[in-house]
């Protein structure tokens, strides 16, 4: 179980290592707090649907199977969703669109595909877990690095006085900051193998 979750964080981070969920990932991080609202709202959605997968996946006709996981994966983002207008507004405001589009997110809809339909429930969540910390981790640093260097603030706190440099909170600055964190989190990883 814990190798699982692990696994998720590390070997096979969605963001650092199989390059998934790009569009969340390039579009939410201007701060480490939005970064973290979507890592975390994915992580809901990947724990709560690769269970319910693996409860069902035995009776869901080949043929429509994939269908089949988008319902259940859209049922608990509708929950989210309700859940965040609720509690959370602005950030769900903040995030947007990105929200309704967990839906298709490669990386649950990969998940429930790869792992949880053909694993036990407690293995299957702990996979949602793993892999959902790993990229609520991964967007939270992108976050960061990018509210920091852009903004000279680090959730919304000033850290250097007189902001940063501007291109960091653009799209510009999200390609830039992924390419070297991908870079760092790979050579990190190799060399404690």
Do not use: W
């Amino acid at each position: 179980m814990i190798k699982q979750i692990t696994n998720g964080i590390i070997k096979e981070n969605p963001t650092f290592v199989l390059v998934l969920g790009m569009c969340p990932t390039l579009g939410t991080t201007t701060s480490a707090l939005n970064g973290m609202g979507m890592g975390l709202a994915t992580l809901f959605v990947l724990v709560l649907s690769n269970m319910a997968i693996s409860a069902v996946a035995a009776h869901i006709p080949g043929k429509v199977r994939i269908p089949a996981y988008i319902v259940i994966i859209a049922a608990f983002v509708t929950v989210l969703q309700l859940l965040m207008q609720a509690y959370t507004p602005a950030l769900y405001e903040t995030l947007g669109l990105f929200i309704p589009l967990i839906v298709v997110n490669c990386i649950v809809l990969g998940r429930a595909e790869a792992f949880a339909a053909r694993n036990p429930l407690a293995a299957s969540a702990c996979d949602g877990l793993g892999i959902g910390l790993g990229f609520t981790l991964s967007l939270t640093l992108v976050g960061a690095v990018r509210e920091l260097l852009g903004s000279g603030a680090l959730f919304g706190l000033p850290i250097v006085a007189g902001g940063g440099i501007t291109i960091f909170v653009l799209a510009p600055g999200a390609f830039i900051v992924l390419g070297f964190l991908m870079v760092l989190f790979n050579k990190i990883s190799r060399s404690r193998q």
